[in-house]
T-cell receptor
Framework: GAGVSQSPSNKVTEKGKDVELRCDPI?????LYWYRQSLGQGLEFLIY????????KSGLPSDRFSAERTGGSVSTLTIQRTQQEDSAVYLC????????????FGPGTRLLVL | GESVGLHLPTLSVQEGDNSIINCAYS??????FIWYKQESGKGPQFIID?????DKRQGQRVTVLLNKTVKHLSLQIAATQPGDSAVYFC???????????FGKGTTLSVSS
């Protein structure tokens, strides 16, 4: 596609449930990034992939968060046992390669945990 | 620590005015800065970037100024239009050069 796409666009879940968020980067972009944006806040970096590997997972808020990327393309961010504080917009971005390249963002997934 | 902040959370201007949005950063080693525009319900959209070997860069109706001495960045929008209404974020690379660090944003409101 022409840009980064994310699905679902909105997700409402109950506390304690697991959710999976998906990101399709721009074709040819080897780097992929996940950010979280809480209401009225800036973006908080979570994790990035160069190819299929994630060199640094320290940005993930807790061990309930995990991410994977297969085939150097699609990535999924999984949140297990969701909590109300996980409610936020989860944004995905991609760039040609990691480090020093402009990141292009998708529209985000709005997650609401009741 | 690394942080990127904006001087004002909101800015209201009249259509046709010039807008200036400011940003202060803390990492003196940062060499690349980006301005993003985020409209309601959308992801951030790249506007313009600047590297530390420059102090000014111009785009279409936008200019970014970088003052490394005081670690200050600004975005100037000429002849502001209602479609410019959005939240504007400045961002810099983290020390590893992989993740972007964003400020909290300035909400620009343009009235006709």
């Amino acid at each position: 596609g022409a840009g980064v796409s994310q699905s679902p666009s909105n997700k409402v879940t109950e506390k304690g449930k697991d959710v999976e968020l998906r990101c399709d980067p721009i074709s040819g972009h080897t780097a992929l990034y996940w950010y979280r944006q809480s209401l009225g806040q800036g973006l908080e970096f979570l994790i990035y992939f160069q190819g299929n590997s994630a060199p640094d997972k320290s940005g993930l808020p807790s061990d309930r968060f995990s991410a994977e990327r297969t085939g150097g393309s699609v990535s999924t961010l999984t949140i297990q046992r969701t909590q109300q504080e996980d409610s936020a917009v989860y944004l995905c971005a991609s760039s040609l390669q990691a480090g020093g390249e402009t990141q292009y963002f998708g529209p985000g997934t709005r997650l609401l945990v009741l | 620590g690394e942080s990127v902040g904006l001087h004002l959370p909101t800015l209201s201007v009249q259509e046709g005015d010039n807008s200036i949005i400011n940003c202060a950063y803390s990492n003196s080693a940062s060499d690349y800065f980006i301005w993003y525009k985020q409209e309601s319900g959308k992801g951030p959209q790249f506007i313009i970037d600047i590297r530390s070997n420059m102090d000014k860069r111009q785009g279409q109706r936008v200019t970014v100024l970088l003052n490394k001495t005081v670690k200050h960045l600004s975005l100037q929008i000429a002849a502001t239009q209602p479609g410019d209404s959005a939240v504007y974020f400045c961002a810099e690379w983290d020390r590893a050069g992989t993740a972007l660090i964003f400020g909290k944003g300035t909400t620009l409101s343009v009235s006709s």
